[in-house]
């Protein structure tokens, strides 16, 4: 399962869209599927996830990664909730060894729909925002630069390191060091790069820090810019009014459903 932000621009709709929109979208989506006591909207919001991975081009790794993720989980939860969950009252199934309770099914498939709306939402919005205009969008919004550099730096911290493992990788393989074949071999060869990799990482942030600090990145009563820019359009206002709204619904139904 791979989260970390490995942006590739596909010059799509969605990724025009306010990384502040996405962020508003993971949070109601997530949230309304968590409040809602029906199991509708949590399907209805993976297949509506689908659609959206469609159009930012992303549909085969969504669909890797939903079932790569949704199907152990499910059975898992399945077996666990549905043969001995503790609310269990209605048996639909008699395995001999168990009875499959209705109740804990249907519990299971509550916690599985809400993780994949919060996966799949997140990933999508990692995957369809850049780095820079997200951290540019934070900022504009009253997130103070600092801490927008911290998240840049959480965010670039992941790929940074894959990029350096690979490089050292492909270095002791000219080198004739054997980092494939038996599972004892590979942890033998992952082992010695560990160190490399993080005492480099180590002198990255700290050259980076140095360098912002020149750049008077710290200075305090000034005015600071941004090299990006990210705009609000009328349809970023349109969604986000429709997610909050969608949410108030969600709300509501739940309080009069109990």
């Known amino acids: 399962m791979k989260l970390s932000n490995t942006f590739v621009e596909k010059d799509t709709m969605i990724e025009k869209i306010n990384p502040l929109t996405k962020i508003l979208a993971v949070f109601c989506f997530g949230l309304g599927t968590l409040l809602f006591p029906k199991l509708w909207l949590g399907f209805g919001l993976i297949i509506c ?3 959206i991975a469609y159009l930012g081009k992303l549909l085969k790794p969504f669909t ?4 790569g993720f949704g199907l152990p989980i499910s059975l898992m939860l399945l077996f666990i909730q ?15 060894f168990a009875e499959l309770g209705l109740e804990g099914v249907l519990y299971a498939l509550k916690i599985v729909t809400t993780l994949l709306v919060f996966l799949g939402s997140f990933y999508l ?5 850049e780095t820079g205009k997200l951290v540019a969008a934070l900022t504009n919004s009253g997130l103070p630069p600092k801490a927008g550099y911290l998240v840049l730096a959480t965010l670039n911290v992941v790929p940074q390191m894959q990029r350096r493992m690979n490089v050292i990788q492909e270095a002791q393989e ?9 599972l004892v071999a590979r942890i033998k060869a992952y082992l010695p790069l560990l160190g490399p990799v993080i005492m480099s990482s180590l002198t990255d942030a700290q050259e980076r820090g140095m360098t912002l600090e020149t750049r008077g990145f710290g200075i305090k009563g000034v005015k600071q810019t941004s090299y990006v820019q990210v705009k609000t359009t009328k349809i970023d206002k349109i969604i986000n009014i429709l997610l909050v709204l969608f949410l108030i619904f969600v709300i509501l139904a739940s309080i009069w459903m109990k």
């Open 125 to 129: 919005m990692n995957q369809t925002t």
């Open 49 to 51: 996830l689908f659609f």
């Open 64 to 67: 890797r990664l939903m079932l």
């Open 82 to 96: 549905g043969f001995y969950g503790v609310n269990n009252k209605t048996v639909i199934a008699d395995f001999g």
């Open 174 to 182: 000219a080198r004739g060091v054997e980092i494939k074949g038996r």
